[in-house]
Every structure is written in structure tokens, then in C-alpha cells.
């Protein structure tokens, strides 16, 4: 498939997001919703198998959350939202149907606004999303499988969003969205390995300006951002391949197989399923007020949109600010990479330095230093002292970082400026002891030579000029004001 076939087709996606809520117990049931490492079918009540005669009670907490998702996705909240009955057939589902919303959702329309790295932001609407309890698990053997409810009743939303992506980069970048949205909006403990999200990818393929889409296929169950992309373009380009063949793409359903990186037909809907939507009698509807709904949402974390303007106000571009957010995830419990920002806020300048530090020094050693360790440091002291030595002129970057390293693993944090300077990292900026220096430096018979080039205008000398005053000073000369004391002698 040469890139100019490729051209003549537009992509196009909409992504259904199964996002599982952070509570302690299951949407219906007072059964534990940690299903990692248990035992299969240990953490399920009567009420999530669906036992005849049970009665569901709705979770009050997985409502909470949905309020938050819903401010996250820039949402309305429904004031009156209903649960249904979705019914089929399948081992994994005892109770013969789901729970989940089909005609009322909890959260209507919103939009997600993905930024990506080109600078452009792409606004992927939000039809709307809904509540809804997972199934059980099967695992297929030789010529039997066996069922694990441990899953089944685990509160979900469903994030349903509008075909709105265009590319296979736009699809992973918005899946990376919705994961920093719902982790900083604490909807979900975003384990991504215990499939916490879990993303349904709807791909289609049309000729650019066919007022028609597609026909779409949709790839279930895709647990990571890469695989989200490379699943939207492995899919893309099968289906142009089958159009420029002239024959037709068919509507069904495809797994991802990660080591095959390909994707495979699961099953046709081309005789769309009956599900027998029907409204649960056993659940009330949830009725919210305003005054509910805006307490909750008030009570919230920063948004990454929030602190996405608050970085770049403070000067700083898209791949440092998109670090820090990832970052921010990467090692939350373990040091709070933007509350150091938040907290010396007021100080725009020092928080610039704080945000680059963290970007440029602290995160690098978090994620592939491997002797270090996250002690009880204040790190916030620790590079605020930096700082100030810096800002002084006290400290070259090289000792900085040098410093830092030493200091940032020990679980109590001595005088900064004392441990350095006896450890020698201190640099010189007095300038009388570095006039002494610089004039017996250009007065060494071994300078004569870049003494007369520097004269003659060849400036590239004066690094040898100014490693030479390093060498006499043990390292400690500031080295931009030795250069400067070189200039203004030579002339
Ligand atoms: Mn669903």
C-alpha cells in the first residue's frame, strides 16, 4: 500500500472508552471491587450473579464519581438518569442481562480537547457516557473454559464519543487524554494493566470528501494507548486495501492480537444483535439537584487543561508541560511533581526553575536511575536551595546537578550551601580573586599566542583562555564572568 493510496482515503474514529470507578465496592453490591489477585469467583455476591429473588442497591459513591467524570468530560449531569436491561446470552453474564443506561445516561454531551505535539488541539465531542456494571471473565482451554465473576457488578462508565478522529496519532493521543482526565479527576485508580481502561476503536475508511463515512469495524478491548494507535492504523489500511480491490469493507467485530500486531474478525454484525432493552424496575432513578451536582464538581483536583495553562503561563512548551503531567501520574503517592509548581506559585520565576528542574532532572533519575531512592528528602527545599545558589551565581548547572544527586536520596536534608561549599561546588563570582587569576593567566608566556589571535579577532581562543583560568581556580571560577574579565582586557 503505497503512502499515495493512503492519501486518497480519509480515516475516521470514534472511540468508546470502559472506564472502572474508584470504589470500594461494586455498582450494586457491597462486594469488594479489588478483583486483583484474588482467587477467581471469591469477591462476587449473590446480588452481581444475579441469584432470583436479590435486590440491587445502587452505590451512591459510582454516582459521585460520574458527577466528577462528567465535569471532566466538560459535561452536563442529568437530573433524572434511569438504569436498563441489556440482554444476551453468554456464560460470563449469569444474570441473563447488564445494567447499564441506554435511553437516559447520566452524562450528556461534552468535549475533550486534545492537544497535540504539532500545536494543533483537536475536539473530540462527547455523545454522551453512561453507567453501567462489567460482566465476569472466561478463559478458553483446550475444549472447555472456566468463568470468573470476580469482575461481574464492577462499576463502569462508558465514554461513547463522536467520530471526530482523523488519524491513527489523534486516536492515541485522545485515549492518553481521557486517561490523564479521569486519573486527575480520581474517577479511577487508571490501572492500566488490570484493565482499569479499556478502549473499543471504531475505524472507518472513505475517499477525502465523500459525504458519506464508511463502513466501520470495530476493535475491542484495546488496554493501551499504543495499541489504540497501531490498532486504528493496522485497520485503516486493511480496509483501503479491501476498497481499492472494489469490494466492500464488512461491519463486524475484530480483536487486536498485540504480538501479531494485527487485528482479526471476531464476529459480523451484519444481523445486528436483539438485546431487548428494557428499563430495570428493581433500581430507582437517580435524581440529582443542581446544588448536589455543582457541590461534588467543586470539590475537585486541578484538571489537566487547568494546569496546562498555568505551566505554559509560566513560559514552558508542550513536550516539558506534557512530561510533567505524565510524570505527575507516573509517581503520584510516591512526590507530587506539580504541587511543588503549585506551591511556590506566587514566585513565577522560581517556579519556572522548580517546573524545569522537575522536567529536566528529577524525572530523568526517577525513571532510569536505578540506584536511586525515593527517600523522605523535602525535595521541594532541596531544589528550592538550588535555586537560590543559581540564581546567586553560587553554582555552575554542571554542580547543580552533581549536588542534587547527592543530596536528593538522603532521607534528611542538611544545609545546602554549607555541604556544598565544603564540598567544593561552590563557584567563584567574586571578581577581585578572579581578576587575580585572569591577569596571571594572560600573563603566562602559554597564552601569548591566543592572547594575539583573540586580538586579531579570532574569538574562538577565548574558550582555551577560559579553561585555562578553570584549570588555576580547581574549577570553582564563575566562567561567565572570567569571559567577561578577559574582554574587557583584551580589546
Ligand atoms: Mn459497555
Request: with cysteine.
Amino acid at each position: 500500500m503505497t503512502d499515495e493510496i493512503l492519501a486518497k482515503y480519509e480515516m475516521t474514529v470514534g472511540v468508546e472508552c470502559h472506564v472502572q470507578l474508584a470504589t470500594d465496592t461494586k455498582l450494586f453490591s457491597g462486594a469488594d471491587n479489588d478483583a486483583r489477585d484474588k482467587s477467581p469467583n471469591s469477591v462476587v455476591s449473590p446480588i452481581d450473579y444475579g441469584l432470583p429473588g436479590m435486590l440491587p442497591v445502587l452505590n451512591r459513591r459510582a454516582v459521585d464519581l460520574a458527577i466528577k467524570a462528567g465535569k471532566a468530560l466538560n459535561s452536563s449531569i442529568a437530573h433524572i438518569s434511569r438504569f436498563d436491561r441489556k440482554h444476551y446470552f453468554y456464560p460470563d453474564l449469569p444474570k441473563g442481562y447488564q445494567t447499564t443506561q441506554l435511553h437516559q445516561p447520566i452524562i450528556g454531551s461534552g468535549v475533550v480537547h486534545v492537544p497535540m505535539e504539532d500545536g494543533r488541539v483537536v475536539d473530540v465531542r462527547i455523545h454522551h457516557a453512561h453507567l453501567e456494571e462489567d460482566a465476569g471473565k472466561l478463559t478458553h482451554f483446550g475444549d472447555y473454559s472456566l468463568v470468573d465473576l470476580n469482575r461481574a457488578g464492577t462499576p463502569l462508565i462508558e465514554i461513547v464519543s463522536e467520530p471526530d478522529i482523523h488519524s491513527a496519532i489523534e486516536a492515541k493521543s485522545y485515549a492518553t487524554e481521557l486517561y490523564r482526565l479521569m486519573t486527575y479527576a480520581e474517577v479511577t485508580f487508571g490501572d492500566l494493566y488490570h484493565g482499569n481502561m479499556r478502549f473499543d476503536v471504531n475505524v472507518s475508511a472513505a475517499l477525502k470528501g465523500a459525504t458519506t463515512l464508511g463502513t466501520r469495524a470495530e476493535v475491542k478491548n484495546l488496554n493501551s494507548f499504543r495499541s489504540v494507535e497501531r490498532a486504528a492504523e493496522y485497520e485503516f489500511r486493511r480496509q483501503v486495501e479491501i476498497l481499492e480491490k472494489g469490494e466492500k469493507v464488512v461491519q463486524e467485530t475484530r480483536g487486536w492480537d498485540d504480538n501479531k500486531q494485527k487485528t482479526s474478525s471476531q464476529r459480523s454484525k451484519e444481523n445486528a444483535q436483539d438485546y431487548r432493552y428494557m428499563p430495570d424496575a428493581d433500581i430507582p432513578p437517580i435524581v440529582l439537584s443542581d446544588d448536589e451536582i455543582s457541590a461534588i464538581q467543586a470539590d475537585m483536583p486541578r484538571l489537566p487543561g487547568e494546569w496546562r495553562q498555568i505551566l505554559s503561563q509560566l513560559g514552558l512548551d508542550y513536550l516539558p508541560i506534557e512530561t510533567l503531567l505524565d510524570a505527575e501520574n507516573e509517581f503520584r503517592g510516591k512526590i507530587n511533581i506539580l504541587q511543588m509548581i503549585e506551591d511556590v506559585i506566587a514566585d513565577p520565576k522560581k517556579a519556572k526553575f522548580i517546573a524545569n528542574w522537575n522536567v529536566n532532572t528529577l524525572i530523568p533519575i526517577l525513571r532510569s536511575d536505578t540506584n536511586f531512592k525515593i527517600g523522605q528528602t523535602d525535595y521541594l527545599a532541596l531544589e528550592s536551595a538550588i535555586y537560590e545558589l543559581s540564581d546567586a551565581n553560587k553554582l555552575s548547572s554542571t554542580n547543580a546537578k552533581i549536588l542534587f544527586r547527592e543530596l536528593a536520596d538522603l532521607d534528611e536534608l542538611p544545609n545546602v550551601e554549607t555541604y556544598a561549599t565544603e564540598k567544593g561546588y561552590i563557584q567563584v563570582s567574586d571578581e577581585g580573586a578572579i581578576t587575580a587569576i585572569v591577569d596571571e593567566v594572560l600573563a603566562d608566556p602559554i597564552s601569548a599566542k591566543a592572547v594575539e589571535d583573540l586580538k586579531n579577532g579570532n574569538d574562538k581562543v577565548i574558550g582555551f583562555l577560559v579553561g585555562q583560568i578553570m584549570k588555576k581556580s580547581g574549577g570553582k571560577a564563575n566562567p561567565a564572568l572570567a569571559q567577561k574579565l578577559i574582554r574587557e582586557r583584551i580589546k
